[in-house]
C-alpha cells in the first residue's frame, strides 16, 4: 500500500527500488530512492533493510555503495535517511544503533534532530484577530522570499541557519522556496502575516500537503515582532487551513510537523496550538558531490 501510493504520487519509481543478493542468490537488503514530486531526482533513502544479526554494517556497505552511485549519477548532490524513534510504520525503523553503523559505514553523517508532532483535535485554536493576512498570489513571489529571509534571520533550526551560511540568506530563502513549491499545496494556503491590517510584516505560515500527510512546511516571526505571541496566531491560522484541507479533500489524512530540538520556543508554540509530540527524528546525509569529487 506504501509503494503504491508513492509511486502514484511520483514519490518512488520501481525503478528506485533496489535488493542486494547473496551469492546463492537470496536476498540480503533492500532500499529505496524517494524524492519530491516534480523533483526528478532522489532525495532520500527509505525502507533500509539489511541482515542485522549477521554482517549489517558490511552488507550495508555493499548494499548502499552502489545505490549511492546511482543516486548521484541521476544528479543527486546529497542523499538523506531519517530514523524515527519509536519505530513506526511504514518502516518500522528497529535496530537503531546498528542502523546508524550501516549509516555511518556508508559515509553518512548526522545533520539535525526534530521533535515530530501531531495534530488529533477537530477544532483549530483560536485566532485571536490581530493579525491580517494576505496570500502568495496577493503579494508576489519576491516579497513572500524576503519574508522568508526575514524569518530565518535569527532561526534556531540547524538545517535552515547552515543554509544560509552555505549560499547568502536571500539565496537560502530562494532555495527554501523553491524546494518548498514542489510539495502539494494550494497557493492561497501561504500566507504572509502582518501586524493589523495596515501594520508590519510579522511572520508567515505556510501549509502543504506531501504525500501521505498534511503539514505545517514553514511557520514564523520576523525577529522584531517575536515575544509577542504572534507565532500562536500563526499556527492557528496553519492549523485551520490543514483542517480545512482535509475536510475538502474527503481523506482523513494526518496532521504532521516537526522542529528542530533547538528550537524549544517553536516546540511550546506548538504545544500550546494543540499538537501533541509523538515521535523523534534524527537526520543523517550523504554528501555525493564531495565524495565524487
Known amino acids: ?59 550495508g556497505r555493499r548494499l548502499l555503495g552502489d545505490v549511492l552511485d546511482e543516486a548521484r549519477r541521476l544528479g543527486a548532490d546529497e542523499i538523506e535517511h531519517v530514523l524515527d524513534a519509536p519505530p513506526m510504520g511504514p518502516q518500522f525503523q528497529h535496530q537503531q544503533e546498528k542502523r546508524v553503523e550501516v549509516l555511518e559505514g556508508a559515509g553518512f553523517a548526522f545533520r539535525r534532530e526534530t521533535d515530530r508532532f501531531h495534530w488529533r483535535g477537530e477544532v483549530p485554536p483560536p485566532v485571536s484577530g490581530r493579525l491580517s493576512f494576505r496570500t502568495l498570489e496577493e503579494v508576489g513571489e519576491d516579497a513572500f522570499i524576503d519574508a522568508m529571509m526575514r524569518v530565518s534571520e535569527g532561526t534556531l533550526d540547524r538545517e535552515i541557519r547552515e543554509e544560509r551560511e552555505r549560499l547568502d540568506p536571500r539565496g537560502a530563502a530562494r532555495e527554501f522556496f523553491e524546494d518548498a513549491r514542489r510539495v502539494g499545496h494550494d497557493p492561497a494556503w501561504w500566507r504572509l502575516a502582518y501586524d493589523g491590517p495596515h501594520g508590519d510584516l510579522a511572520g508567515l505560515v505556510m501549509p502543504a500537503e506531501p504525500p501521505g500527510f498534511l503539514t505545517i512546511f514553514y511557520v514564523g516571526v520576523v525577529p522584531q515582532m517575536r515575544g509577542r505571541g504572534y507565532v500562536d496566531d500563526l499556527l492557528a491560522a496553519g492549523t485551520a487551513t490543514l483542517l480545512d484541507a482535509r475536510t475538502q479533500g474527503g481523506a482523513e489524512k494526518p496532521l504532521r510537523a516537526d522542529t528542530d530540538v533547538a528550537n524549544a520556543p517553536m516546540a511550546a508554540a506548538f504545544r500550546r496550538a494543540g499538537w501533541t509530540r509523538f515521535a523523534g527524528r534524527r537526520e543523517y546525509v550523504a554528501d555525493l558531490a564531495t565524495a565524487g569529487s
Do not use: N
Not at 509511486?7 to 533492500?30: H, K, L, N, T, Y
Not at 519530491?36 to 533513502?45: I, N, V
Open 1 to 59: 500500500r506504501y509503494l503504491r501510493s508513492m509511486f502514484a504520487a511520483g514519490s518512488m519509481r520501481p525503478e528506485w527500488c533496489f535488493v542486494i543478493q547473496e551469492g546463492d542468490g537470496r536476498p540480503e537488503g533492500r532500499v529505496a530512492f524517494w524524492t519530491l514530486p516534480g523533483m526528478g531526482k532522489p532525495f532520500a533513502l527509505v525502507l533500509l533493510e539489511v541482515p542485522w544479526d549477521g554482517d549489517h554494517v558490511g552488507a
